[in-house]
């Protein structure tokens, strides 16, 4: 299972996405995707980022922003990531 943030520099709302996830505890299992860097990303998430991704066994399950901490948490509790 990997959790991936799509994000891209400069953008205020993916730090504080990037902060939530420090502060739940799995930033460190976090990979950050710039979608500035892949057209199809792109087109998909450039205006809703941030957007983070859960593929579990190749089904994918997504949270939009915004969220909080809490609203966070209980996304990934209900995924198995505690």
């Known amino acids: 299972m990997s959790i991936i943030l799509y994000s891209t520099e400069g953008c ?12 739940v505890g799995v930033a460190g299992q976090v990979n950050v995707i710039d979608i500035a860097f892949d057209d199809d990303l792109f087109s998909r998430y450039g205006v809703t980022i941030p957007v983070v991704s859960l593929n579990i066994n190749g089904s994918v399950s997504e949270l939009g922003w915004p969220f909080d901490a809490s609203e966070l ?10």
């Open 73 to 82: 948490s209980n996304w990934l509790k209900t995924h198995g990531i505690n």
């Open 12 to 23: 205020h709302l993916c730090e504080q996405a990037y902060a939530l996830l420090t502060e």
